[in-house]
């Protein structure tokens, strides 16, 4: 199993301002994972994090907006910047051991 | 792309009925099929998976079986409880044989069920 921390739980952000969410996980692993869940969607991938190369971002998600950081093999950042009111939403971390994924309590996150 | 779609919520039921919530998706290759929970206030959890055609994953009571021929993956239980009452993912990985990076997720049904 892992077990995953992430930081903030909730936040209420200005527009224009950046958050940046922190990731920790109780072992090494490889590749860390981290989604967005928009109000009353679906969870999408918006990027793969490997360690000491650069992130792997999906269709839609850019590194200008959504830079991110994996400094070792046990902790991983995601930055939201400068916000906009649709930028509220859920993010979780995730990484995926022995075919099961694992996930965060995920970051609630409120742009006013 | 790979997709996942499954039915909307929220679906109430009363106490011992029996659920079947359906997963229909659309993938390249050999997925392997998920359907995750997430419990009021808790964070996401795996319920069951499946990483081959006609595998069928149980867990809790519930039980969903890997239908290459209509690509689905329906989610059942007999009869539910009230601690039941939650959000299900059905999600899918590009990957068979279980590996479980870069999910692509349903939009999650929301289940009530009332004692």
């Known amino acids: 199993s892992a077990v995953i921390s992430q930081k903030p739980s909730r936040d209420i952000c200005q527009r224009g301002t950046s958050l940046t969410i922190q990731c920790q996980v109780d072992?090494?692993?490889?590749?860390m994972f981290w989604y967005r869940q928009q109000p009353g969607q679906s969870l999408t991938l918006i990027a793969t994090?490997?360690?000491?190369?650069?992130?792997?971002?999906e269709s839609g998600f850019v590194i200008d907006k959504f830079p991110i950081s994996r400094p070792n093999l046990t902790f991983s950042t995601l930055t939201v910047s400068n916000m906009s009111p649709e930028d509220s939403s859920i993010y979780l971390c995730?990484?995926?051991?022995?075919?099961?994924?694992?996930f965060g309590q995920g970051t609630r996150l409120t742009v006013v | 792309g790979n997709s996942v779609t499954q039915m909307e919520g929220p679906v109430t039921l009363s106490e011992e009925a029996f659920l079947t919530i359906n997963c229909t998706y659309t993938a390249t290759g050999y997925p392997s099929l998920f359907w995750y929970v997430q419990y009021p206030g808790e964070g996401l959890q795996l319920l069951l998976k499946a990483t081959k055609a006609d595998d069928k994953g149980s867990n809790k009571g519930f039980e969903a079986t890997y239908r290459k021929e209509t690509t689905s993956f329906h989610l059942e239980k007999g009869s539910v409880q009230v601690s039941d009452s939650a959000v299900y993912f059905c999600a899918l990985s590009p990957y068979s044989g279980g590996g479980a990076d870069g999910l692509t997720f349903g939009k999650g049904t929301h289940l009530i069920i009332q004692p």
């Open positions: 072992s090494q692993v490889t590749m």
């Open positions: 994090a490997n360690q000491g190369s650069e992130a792997t971002y």
């Open positions: 995730s990484v995926a051991r022995v075919a099961e994924a694992f």
